[in-house]
Protein backbone atom coordinates (compact mmCIF):
# COMPACT_ATOMS: atom_id res chain seq x y z
CA UNK A 1 0.00 0.00 0.00
CA UNK A 2 1.12 3.02 -1.00
CA UNK A 3 2.66 5.58 1.47
CA UNK A 4 0.68 9.25 2.05
CA UNK A 5 2.44 12.53 2.71
CA UNK A 6 -0.46 12.71 5.28
CA UNK A 7 0.16 9.42 6.83
CA UNK A 8 3.80 10.57 7.43
CA UNK A 9 2.70 13.86 9.03
CA UNK A 10 0.13 12.39 11.37
CA UNK A 11 2.74 9.40 12.75
CA UNK A 12 5.42 12.36 13.33
CA UNK A 13 2.88 14.57 15.19
CA UNK A 14 2.10 11.41 17.29
CA UNK A 15 5.57 11.76 18.88
CA UNK A 16 6.28 15.30 19.13
CA UNK A 17 4.20 18.26 19.90
CA UNK A 18 4.91 20.58 17.13
CA UNK A 19 2.94 22.81 14.85
CA UNK A 20 1.25 21.44 11.75
CA UNK A 21 3.41 23.86 9.83
CA UNK A 22 6.89 22.40 11.27
CA UNK A 23 5.48 18.40 10.74
CA UNK A 24 3.93 19.43 6.66
CA UNK A 25 8.08 20.23 5.99
CA UNK A 26 9.22 17.23 7.49
CA UNK A 27 6.01 15.10 5.56
CA UNK A 28 6.99 16.52 2.30
CA UNK A 29 10.59 15.82 2.74
CA UNK A 30 10.41 12.11 3.22
CA UNK A 31 7.58 11.87 0.63
CA UNK A 32 9.67 13.32 -1.87
CA UNK A 33 13.04 10.50 -0.62
CA UNK A 34 9.76 7.57 -0.92
CA UNK A 35 9.20 9.09 -4.47
CA UNK A 36 12.68 9.00 -5.76
CA UNK A 37 12.91 12.52 -6.01
CA UNK A 38 15.68 15.65 -4.11
CA UNK A 39 14.34 17.30 -1.39
CA UNK A 40 15.77 20.75 -0.32
CA UNK A 41 16.90 20.84 3.02
CA UNK A 42 14.14 21.91 5.71
CA UNK A 43 14.46 25.07 7.52
CA UNK A 44 12.99 25.90 10.81
CA UNK A 45 13.26 29.47 12.67
CA UNK A 46 16.43 29.95 14.21
CA UNK A 47 14.91 30.36 17.65
CA UNK A 48 12.43 27.57 17.57
CA UNK A 49 11.32 27.05 20.84
CA UNK A 50 11.56 22.68 20.74
CA UNK A 51 14.64 21.68 20.67
CA UNK A 52 14.54 18.60 20.18
CA UNK A 53 12.89 19.28 17.10
CA UNK A 54 15.61 21.37 16.17
CA UNK A 55 17.83 18.21 16.58
CA UNK A 56 15.34 15.84 14.46
CA UNK A 57 15.57 18.19 11.96
CA UNK A 58 19.12 18.71 11.83
CA UNK A 59 19.46 14.58 11.35
CA UNK A 60 16.93 14.76 8.92
CA UNK A 61 18.84 17.32 7.09
CA UNK A 62 22.07 15.66 7.39
CA UNK A 63 20.48 12.73 5.88
CA UNK A 64 18.45 14.86 2.40
CA UNK A 65 22.36 16.23 1.94
CA UNK A 66 23.66 12.78 1.83
CA UNK A 67 20.78 10.92 0.34
CA UNK A 68 20.99 13.91 -2.68
CA UNK A 69 24.37 13.70 -3.10
CA UNK A 70 23.83 10.08 -3.73
CA UNK A 71 21.37 10.27 -6.16
CA UNK A 72 23.14 12.85 -8.08
CA UNK A 73 26.29 10.14 -8.43
CA UNK A 74 24.14 7.21 -9.56
CA UNK A 75 23.35 9.90 -12.06
CA UNK A 76 26.12 10.63 -13.18
CA UNK A 77 27.51 6.84 -13.24
CA UNK A 78 24.61 6.16 -14.80
CA UNK A 79 25.66 8.59 -18.38
CA UNK A 80 29.09 6.66 -17.78
CA UNK A 81 30.80 9.60 -16.38
CA UNK A 82 33.18 7.98 -13.95
CA UNK A 83 35.41 10.80 -13.32
CA UNK A 84 34.04 12.61 -9.95
CA UNK A 85 35.01 12.99 -6.37
CA UNK A 86 33.68 10.92 -3.80
CA UNK A 87 31.51 12.76 -1.10
CA UNK A 88 31.81 12.20 2.09
CA UNK A 89 29.39 11.09 4.48
CA UNK A 90 28.15 7.79 7.11
CA UNK A 91 25.86 6.79 4.51
CA UNK A 92 27.72 3.04 4.29
CA UNK A 93 26.56 3.17 0.38
CA UNK A 94 28.51 5.93 -0.55
CA UNK A 95 31.02 3.93 0.24
CA UNK A 96 29.85 1.10 -1.46
CA UNK A 97 29.61 3.86 -4.30
CA UNK A 98 33.26 4.74 -3.76
CA UNK A 99 34.39 1.18 -4.41
CA UNK A 100 32.08 0.91 -7.43
CA UNK A 101 33.66 3.88 -9.06
CA UNK A 102 37.14 2.54 -8.81
CA UNK A 103 35.88 -1.08 -9.86
CA UNK A 104 34.46 0.65 -12.95
CA UNK A 105 37.28 2.84 -13.36
CA UNK A 106 39.44 -0.23 -14.00
CA UNK A 107 37.43 -1.67 -15.98
CA UNK A 108 37.52 0.82 -18.33
CA UNK A 109 41.42 0.83 -18.13
CA UNK A 110 41.08 -2.99 -18.93
CA UNK A 111 38.34 -2.32 -22.14
CA UNK A 112 41.23 0.28 -23.11
CA UNK A 113 43.79 -2.29 -23.42
CA UNK A 114 42.21 -4.74 -25.26
CA UNK A 115 40.70 -2.20 -27.56
CA UNK A 116 44.49 -1.81 -27.97
CA UNK A 117 45.05 -5.09 -29.05
CA UNK A 118 46.13 -7.02 -25.41
CA UNK A 119 43.37 -9.62 -24.91
CA UNK A 120 45.16 -10.82 -22.00
CA UNK A 121 43.22 -8.85 -19.34
CA UNK A 122 41.06 -10.29 -17.24
CA UNK A 123 38.94 -8.66 -14.36
CA UNK A 124 37.69 -10.86 -11.16
CA UNK A 125 36.48 -8.59 -8.94
CA UNK A 126 32.76 -7.95 -9.91
CA UNK A 127 30.96 -11.94 -9.98
CA UNK A 128 29.41 -13.06 -12.78
CA UNK A 129 30.24 -9.72 -15.04
CA UNK A 130 33.53 -10.45 -14.47
CA UNK A 131 33.13 -14.11 -16.04
CA UNK A 132 31.38 -12.35 -18.82
CA UNK A 133 33.99 -9.88 -19.56
CA UNK A 134 36.78 -12.64 -19.63
CA UNK A 135 34.46 -14.30 -21.87
CA UNK A 136 34.01 -11.62 -24.43
CA UNK A 137 37.88 -10.95 -24.04
CA UNK A 138 39.06 -14.33 -24.84
CA UNK A 139 36.61 -14.35 -27.74
CA UNK A 140 37.74 -11.40 -29.13
CA UNK A 141 41.58 -12.93 -28.60
CA UNK A 142 40.51 -15.71 -30.76
CA UNK A 143 38.22 -13.82 -33.40
CA UNK A 144 41.40 -11.73 -34.11
CA UNK A 145 43.55 -14.43 -34.08
CA UNK A 146 41.50 -15.64 -36.85
CA UNK A 147 41.20 -12.50 -39.14
CA UNK A 148 45.08 -11.95 -38.32
CA UNK A 149 45.62 -15.64 -40.33
CA UNK A 150 43.40 -15.23 -42.75
CA UNK A 151 45.44 -11.42 -43.72
CA UNK A 152 48.24 -13.07 -43.68
CA UNK A 153 46.60 -16.08 -46.07
CA UNK A 154 45.03 -13.21 -47.74
CA UNK A 155 48.29 -11.20 -48.36
CA UNK A 156 50.21 -14.88 -49.63
CA UNK A 157 47.88 -15.05 -51.77
CA UNK A 158 48.06 -11.30 -53.18
CA UNK A 159 51.85 -12.09 -53.43
CA UNK A 160 51.39 -15.29 -55.81
CA UNK A 161 48.46 -13.41 -57.78
CA UNK A 162 50.72 -10.57 -58.45
CA UNK A 163 53.89 -12.24 -59.32
CA UNK A 164 51.79 -14.97 -61.58
CA UNK A 165 50.61 -11.01 -63.00
CA UNK A 166 53.93 -9.80 -63.56
CA UNK A 167 54.68 -13.51 -65.52
CA UNK A 168 51.61 -12.94 -67.84
CA UNK A 169 52.11 -9.31 -68.21
CA UNK A 170 55.71 -10.63 -68.87
CA UNK A 171 54.40 -13.20 -71.65
CA UNK A 172 52.41 -10.32 -72.75
CA UNK A 173 54.75 -8.30 -73.55
CA UNK A 174 56.81 -10.76 -75.60
CA UNK A 175 54.20 -10.85 -77.82
CA UNK A 176 52.64 -7.70 -77.97
CA UNK A 177 54.22 -4.23 -78.04
CA UNK A 178 53.64 -1.97 -74.70
CA UNK A 179 51.18 -0.13 -76.05
CA UNK A 180 48.58 -2.71 -77.50
CA UNK A 181 49.01 -4.64 -74.51
CA UNK A 182 47.69 -1.98 -71.96
CA UNK A 183 44.54 -1.79 -74.63
CA UNK A 184 43.61 -5.06 -74.32
CA UNK A 185 44.16 -5.11 -70.74
CA UNK A 186 41.74 -2.21 -69.96
CA UNK A 187 39.46 -2.69 -72.91
CA UNK A 188 39.55 -6.31 -74.00
CA UNK A 189 40.15 -5.41 -77.46
CA UNK A 190 42.42 -3.11 -79.94
CA UNK A 191 41.80 -1.03 -83.05
CA UNK A 192 44.23 -1.47 -86.34
CA UNK A 193 46.07 1.55 -86.75
CA UNK A 194 47.94 3.35 -89.50
CA UNK A 195 51.51 4.50 -89.20
CA UNK A 196 52.87 7.02 -91.90
CA UNK A 197 56.73 6.95 -91.27
CA UNK A 198 57.45 3.44 -90.08
CA UNK A 199 61.59 1.96 -91.12
CA UNK A 200 61.02 -1.65 -91.36
CA UNK A 201 63.86 -4.38 -90.92
CA UNK A 202 63.50 -7.86 -92.74
CA UNK A 203 66.44 -10.18 -92.31
CA UNK A 204 67.15 -14.04 -93.25
CA UNK A 205 69.79 -16.48 -92.47
CA UNK A 206 71.73 -17.29 -95.54
CA UNK A 207 71.59 -21.05 -96.46
CA UNK A 208 69.29 -21.60 -94.02
CA UNK A 209 67.68 -24.98 -95.30
CA UNK A 210 71.13 -26.63 -96.07
CA UNK A 211 72.33 -25.66 -92.37
CA UNK A 212 69.49 -26.90 -90.23
CA UNK A 213 68.81 -30.33 -92.09
CA UNK A 214 72.54 -30.76 -90.70
CA UNK A 215 71.92 -29.67 -87.47
CA UNK A 216 70.47 -31.96 -84.45
CA UNK A 217 67.17 -30.25 -83.73
CA UNK A 218 67.81 -29.20 -80.49
CA UNK A 219 71.36 -27.32 -81.44
CA UNK A 220 69.27 -25.68 -84.30
CA UNK A 221 66.95 -24.55 -81.80
CA UNK A 222 69.20 -22.96 -79.20
CA UNK A 223 71.16 -21.53 -82.16
CA UNK A 224 68.35 -19.89 -83.17
CA UNK A 225 67.13 -18.74 -79.82
CA UNK A 226 70.75 -17.25 -79.11
CA UNK A 227 71.14 -15.09 -82.16
CA UNK A 228 67.38 -13.86 -82.05
CA UNK A 229 67.45 -13.08 -78.09
CA UNK A 230 70.63 -10.99 -79.14
CA UNK A 231 68.84 -9.38 -81.87
CA UNK A 232 65.51 -8.19 -79.42
CA UNK A 233 67.94 -6.68 -77.17
CA UNK A 234 70.00 -4.47 -79.78
CA UNK A 235 67.13 -3.56 -81.24
CA UNK A 236 65.39 -2.17 -78.26
CA UNK A 237 68.04 -0.74 -76.72
CA UNK A 238 67.97 1.80 -80.10
CA UNK A 239 64.22 2.03 -79.95
CA UNK A 240 63.15 -0.27 -81.87
CA UNK A 241 60.53 -3.02 -81.89
CA UNK A 242 60.70 -6.56 -82.99
CA UNK A 243 57.32 -7.82 -84.62
CA UNK A 244 57.85 -11.96 -85.12
CA UNK A 245 59.96 -14.61 -86.43
CA UNK A 246 58.93 -16.80 -88.86
CA UNK A 247 61.50 -19.70 -89.37
CA UNK A 248 65.12 -18.16 -89.81
CA UNK A 249 63.06 -14.70 -91.09
CA UNK A 250 63.57 -11.83 -88.66
CA UNK A 251 61.28 -8.75 -88.90
CA UNK A 252 61.49 -5.56 -86.51
CA UNK A 253 60.28 -2.04 -87.29
CA UNK A 254 61.20 1.50 -85.10
CA UNK A 255 58.55 4.12 -85.33
CA UNK A 256 55.40 2.33 -84.08
CA UNK A 257 52.99 1.55 -82.40
CA UNK A 258 55.12 4.38 -80.59
CA UNK A 259 55.94 7.14 -83.14
CA UNK A 260 59.95 7.80 -83.66
CA UNK A 261 61.49 10.61 -85.57
CA UNK A 262 65.23 8.92 -85.35
CA UNK A 263 63.17 5.67 -87.09
CA UNK A 264 65.07 5.72 -89.61
CA UNK A 265 68.35 5.96 -88.15
CA UNK A 266 67.54 3.96 -85.33
CA UNK A 267 66.70 0.89 -87.33
CA UNK A 268 70.23 1.15 -89.35
CA UNK A 269 71.99 0.91 -86.08
CA UNK A 270 70.12 -1.76 -84.96
CA UNK A 271 71.36 -3.51 -88.26
CA UNK A 272 74.76 -2.55 -87.98
CA UNK A 273 75.45 -3.83 -84.07
CA UNK A 274 73.31 -7.11 -85.03
CA UNK A 275 76.05 -7.71 -88.20
CA UNK A 276 78.87 -6.60 -85.84
CA UNK A 277 77.39 -9.74 -82.73
CA UNK A 278 77.28 -12.10 -85.50
CA UNK A 279 80.56 -11.69 -86.64
CA UNK A 280 82.08 -11.82 -83.26
CA UNK A 281 80.35 -14.83 -82.45
CA UNK A 282 81.10 -16.42 -85.80
CA UNK A 283 84.91 -16.04 -84.67
CA UNK A 284 84.09 -18.86 -81.89
CA UNK A 285 81.77 -20.98 -83.25
CA UNK A 286 81.54 -23.66 -84.80
CA UNK A 287 78.09 -22.87 -86.74
CA UNK A 288 78.96 -19.82 -89.05
CA UNK A 289 75.20 -17.75 -88.96
CA UNK A 290 75.09 -15.07 -92.07
CA UNK A 291 72.13 -13.16 -92.68
CA UNK A 292 71.23 -10.56 -95.06
CA UNK A 293 69.55 -7.58 -94.19
CA UNK A 294 66.72 -5.12 -95.96
CA UNK A 295 65.66 -2.22 -94.89
CA UNK A 296 62.49 0.22 -96.37
CA UNK A 297 60.55 3.30 -94.70
CA UNK A 298 56.80 3.59 -95.13
CA UNK A 299 53.36 3.71 -94.20
CA UNK A 300 52.69 0.48 -92.24
CA UNK A 301 48.86 -0.90 -91.08
CA UNK A 302 49.21 -2.41 -87.21
CA UNK A 303 46.96 -4.42 -85.31
CA UNK A 304 46.34 -7.92 -83.64
CA UNK A 305 45.11 -10.95 -85.46
CA UNK A 306 43.17 -13.74 -83.62
CA UNK A 307 40.85 -13.94 -80.45
CA UNK A 308 42.41 -17.06 -78.68
CA UNK A 309 46.36 -16.32 -79.46
CA UNK A 310 46.91 -13.07 -79.62
CA UNK A 311 49.76 -12.52 -82.93
CA UNK A 312 50.14 -8.43 -83.58
CA UNK A 313 51.39 -8.17 -86.77
CA UNK A 314 51.88 -5.52 -89.42
CA UNK A 315 50.04 -5.16 -93.15
CA UNK A 316 51.58 -2.94 -96.03
CA UNK A 317 53.45 -2.88 -99.23
CA UNK A 318 56.28 -1.25 -97.03
CA UNK A 319 56.96 -4.65 -95.30
CA UNK A 320 57.01 -6.36 -98.84
CA UNK A 321 59.22 -3.70 -99.81
CA UNK A 322 61.57 -4.23 -97.55
CA UNK A 323 61.61 -8.22 -97.92
CA UNK A 324 62.78 -7.51 -101.53
CA UNK A 325 65.29 -5.66 -99.87
CA UNK A 326 65.94 -8.34 -98.30
CA UNK A 327 66.28 -10.64 -101.16
CA UNK A 328 68.42 -8.40 -103.34
CA UNK A 329 70.66 -7.94 -100.46
CA UNK A 330 74.29 -10.09 -99.79
CA UNK A 331 74.81 -12.31 -97.42
CA UNK A 332 76.22 -9.73 -94.14
CA UNK A 333 75.20 -6.69 -95.86
CA UNK A 334 72.59 -4.30 -95.19
CA UNK A 335 70.39 -3.13 -97.92
CA UNK A 336 67.98 0.01 -97.93
CA UNK A 337 65.87 1.77 -100.53
CA UNK A 338 66.09 5.09 -101.89
CA UNK A 339 63.16 6.19 -99.33
CA UNK A 340 65.25 4.89 -96.26
CA UNK A 341 68.56 6.79 -98.11
CA UNK A 342 67.19 10.01 -98.46
CA UNK A 343 65.97 9.99 -94.63
CA UNK A 344 69.93 9.48 -92.90
CA UNK A 345 72.07 9.77 -96.20
CA UNK A 346 74.12 12.71 -93.95
CA UNK A 347 74.44 10.50 -91.07
CA UNK A 348 75.83 7.08 -92.46
CA UNK A 349 78.07 5.89 -95.24
CA UNK A 350 76.76 4.46 -98.24
CA UNK A 351 77.48 2.45 -101.65
CA UNK A 352 74.48 3.21 -103.82
CA UNK A 353 74.11 -0.08 -105.98
CA UNK A 354 72.67 1.70 -109.02
CA UNK A 355 68.95 -0.39 -109.82
CA UNK A 356 68.01 -3.25 -109.28
CA UNK A 357 65.47 -5.39 -111.08
CA UNK A 358 62.63 -6.10 -108.15
CA UNK A 359 60.35 -8.76 -108.85
CA UNK A 360 56.77 -6.91 -108.78
CA UNK A 361 57.95 -3.70 -108.75
CA UNK A 362 60.25 -3.10 -111.38
CA UNK A 363 63.64 -1.58 -111.21
CA UNK A 364 64.31 0.05 -107.79
CA UNK A 365 67.17 2.43 -106.63
CA UNK A 366 69.37 0.68 -104.02
CA UNK A 367 72.21 1.64 -101.73
CA UNK A 368 74.39 -0.81 -99.10
CA UNK A 369 75.60 0.80 -95.57
CA UNK A 370 79.09 0.76 -95.28
CA UNK A 371 80.05 -1.25 -91.72
Not at 155 to 171: F, G, H, P, V
Not at 185 to 206: A, L, M, N
Request: charged share 25%.
Amino acid sequence: MPIRRETIGLRIANLIHVNETDIDKISEAFYLILKGKTPSPIHLSPDHPNNELMQAVDYINQFIGEYNCFADLIRTVSRGQLDFESPKGTMVILQSLKNLQANLRHLTWKTQQIAGGDFSQKVDFMGDFSIAFNSMALQLKEAFEKIKLQNQQLTEANEIINQEKEKSDRLLLNILPLSVAEDLKRDGKTIPKSFQDVTVFFSDIVNFTELSSALDPKVLIEDLNVIFTAFDNIVEANGCERIKTIGDAYLAVCGMPEPNDNHAENMIRSAIEILRFLDDRNRSSQIKWEIRIGIHTGRVVGGVVGVKKYIYDIFGDTINTASRMEICSDPMRINVSETTYNLVMDRFTFVERGDVEVKGKGRMRMFFVET
